[in-house]
Each structure stands twice: as structure tokens, then as C-alpha cells.
């Protein structure tokens, strides 16, 4: 910066690679006091300058695009005029690809504020934004932004006890998704374990895994089970504030042929029993024997099943007259989707109330009383 004998006037001087610093060149407009420059320079020989300048009582931040071996561009007004700057407190952080961040101490809301403003490279600055609390004197806050274009801007404040200092973060891609683990298979009823590993720049990464089937869960590691063989796609996916990744593979799952023998309950009124049976997952279960009646049942899930085991043939006659008969029956399971049925073996008594047999009354023959 330089005073012309009126104002102060941002100046620029440029040497071409094995040359001379050609005579100089004003930046910032005539007729208005301007100062504070900072200039950076990316690897492809673009120029940024940014400085600020005085309008009255309010201070406003101004920038100015080099291309290479070209001319700066006219002045930009990067902060508004609603939200003056405070002089000197302006910053510029650029990486080699020409991503630029550009912060400065601004009055907002009747207090001062940090404002920031984003370059992508070959395009402009942004509208700026506020990105830290009010306080009741300037910030002077710093800024830095890395090659991928994810940018901080630090400060120090004070927080009514003491004087901290606080960062604000510019995240520019979404999350990234690797070592992902889907299993190839997996059975009905048992648990299936997934995991991934999501990374980003900045914290605050949501994981989340949808199984397929209806079902998901939040986490990088997670495990859900099966309700019924097929194939399922399993999806990861990781998001932000900025976007979303994903990532899927397929899981086979198998039927399951375990199940179990629960409880009976015996009807002694009809001299039969109603055999629960634990299936673990959906199928057909089935009660047969030599001595009973075959009946089947299904169920569309993992789950009880209650089937009914009813006597015959001899059974039914010792049921009938001894009131009691015991007969093996063979539980048989078919899960959906299997090629053949899981089978156990049980004795089971059943139990018939026998009726009450009525008393006949005897005839007796009336007599009149005797009398004297």
C-alpha cells in the first residue's frame, strides 16, 4: 500500500519468471482509502490479492483475480455492506490448486462476528457467512485451507471468564467408505455381523447399514438377524452436512433347520395333546407316528407353533378304554426354501377323562304308615 498524497492506494508489481518487476499497477480504485493487502500465489502462476478499503466510517473487504501471465481483475466487494469489516483483521489462505479462503472480523447483529468467503479454483468468492459466536470486540481470526479444499479459521475470543480460542471448519467433500464387510452368507435366525469404515476431514459423520430386507441400523458396526432365506443387498452409507457415500455387496442366507420341542398342553375332555414346537425361521412343521393321526402346520416366521397330536388305531382304543395311551409321535421341520426336514422323536401320554357313571335310583314301594 502506498499514499498518494489523498489516499492510500493498493499497489501490484509483477516479474515474469527470468525478467524485471514491471512498473506498478493500482489495484484498488482512486478516490478510496485502501490498505491492509495480502497476496498469495498458486502453482499454475494464478494471483490472488485481497486488502481492505475505507468508505467513510465502514471498512469493506476487496479481493483481485490474477490469471496467469494476464492482468488483475477489478475489484470485488467480498463483505457486504450491511456487515462492515474491522480494518486489518482480513486474512488469505490459498492451496496450490487455487482454492482460496478468505476471513476478516465483521459487525454482525449489532456485535462483531467472524465472516469467511470461499474460493473454488477458477471460480469466484462466495457470499461470506458468519461462522463464529458474537463477542464484544474484534476477533482476528486465521485461516488455512489443505489441497483437497477443506478449510479452518481459528480465533480468540473471550467467554465472559476467560480468553479461548475457537475453530470453525469448511468440510467441501462428503464422506469417504472403506473396508467394508458384508459376509457372503448367512443362516436364518443366526446373527450376521457388518461392518465399514467411514472417513472425512471434519467429525460428524452419520453410519448407517440397510440390510435389505426392511430392516437397518445406525453404526459402522453392526449385526442383524434373518427373518427368512434369499439374497439381500446391503447397503453402508455414510453422509454429512456436505453429502452422502455409499457402498453394497450381497448376502446369501440359508434356511435354518434347528428347532425345538416346547411345552404340550393335554385336553382331557378330548383325549389329546396340543404340542408347541420353536421353529427358527418360516416353514412347515409336521407331527406323525404309527399311532397318531399326521398334521401339519406353517408358519410365515420364527416363532411357536402349536400342533395338534390327536390318537389312533390302537391308541384310540386303550384312550378309550383305559382312559390313557402313550404313543411316539415324530416331529418333523421344513423350513422355506430347504431341501429336506429336520426330524426328532418324542413320547408323548395322552390322558382322556373318563365319564361319571350315573347312579340308578331304586324303586321303592311306598307303605302307609302303620296306625294303632
Known amino acids: 500500500e502506498r499514499f498518494d498524497g489523498t489516499d492510500f492506494v493498493v499497489q501490484a508489481s509483477q516479474r515474469p519468471a527470468g525478467g524485471e518487476f514491471a512498473a506498478p499497477d493500482d489495484l484498488s480504485a482512486l478516490g478510496e482509502s485502501s490498505g491492509f493487502p495480502r497476496v498469495a500465489m498458486t502453482s499454475a502462476g494464478e494471483a490472488i490479492a485481497l486488502w481492505m478499503r475505507v468508505e467513510g466510517e465502514d471498512t469493506f473487504v476487496q479481493a483481485s483475480i490474477r490469471p496467469p501471465g494476464g492482468e488483475f481483475s477489478a475489484p470485488d466487494d467480498l463483505s457486504p455492506v450491511q456487515s462492515p469489516a474491522f480494518g486489518g483483521t482480513a486474512q488469505l489462505a490459498t492451496n496450490a490448486d487455487g482454492d482460496a479462503l478468505a476471513v476478516w472480523s465483521a459487525r454482525g447483529s449489532g456485535e462483531q462476528v467472524v465472516a469467511a468467503s470461499i474460493r473454488p479454483a477458477g471460480g ?30 481459528v480465533w480468540g475470543r473471550s467467554n465472559g471468564a476467560h480468553d479461548i480460542v475457537q475453530a470453525a471448519g ?94 404340550h398342553k393335554r385336553n382331557r375332555k378330548r383325549g389329546t395333546v396340543l404340542l408347541t414346537v420353536h421353529i427358527s425361521g418360516p416353514g412347515r412343521v409336521t407331527v406323525a407316528g404309527r399311532l397318531v393321526k399326521r398334521r401339519q402346520r406353517r408358519r410365515a416366521s420364527a ?70
Open 124 to 153: 469466484g468468492f462466495s457470499s461470506p457467512i458468519e461462522i463464529s459466536p458474537t463477542a464484544t470486540v474484534p476477533l482476528r481470526p486465521f485461516g488455512a485451507i489443505g489441497k483437497t479444499g477443506d478449510a479452518v479459521a
Open 170 to 263: 469448511y468440510d467441501v467433500d462428503p464422506p469417504a467408505l472403506g473396508n467394508l464387510s458384508i459376509p457372503a452368507t448367512g443362516t436364518v435366525g443366526e446373527p450376521v455381523s457388518f461392518s465399514v469404515t467411514p472417513f472425512d476431514v471434519w467429525p460428524g459423520v452419520a453410519t448407517s447399514f440397510s440390510f435389505g430386507d426392511g430392516a437397518g441400523a445406525p453404526g459402522a458396526a453392526v449385526s442383524h438377524t434373518y427373518g427368512a432365506p434369499g439374497s439381500y443387498r446391503v447397503t453402508a452409507t455414510a453422509s454429512d452436512a456436505v453429502g452422502s457415500a455409499s457402498e453394497s455387496g450381497v448376502i446369501s442366507i440359508s434356511p435354518s433347520y434347528e428347532f425345538r420341542i416346547g411345552k
Open 303 to 372: 416363532g411357536p407353533v402349536r400342533v395338534p397330536v390327536i390318537a389312533k388305531g390302537r391308541a384310540l382304543k386303550r384312550l378309550r378304554k383305559k382312559g390313557k395311551a402313550r404313543v411316539r409321535i415324530r416331529v418333523s421341520f421344513r423350513p422355506d426354501g430347504g431341501d429336506h426336514a429336520a426330524t426328532r422323536r418324542r413320547l408323548v401320554v395322552l390322558i382322556k377323562k373318563k365319564p361319571r357313571k350315573k347312579r340308578r335310583a331304586k324303586n321303592r314301594r311306598a307303605t302307609k304308615p302303620r296306625t294303632r
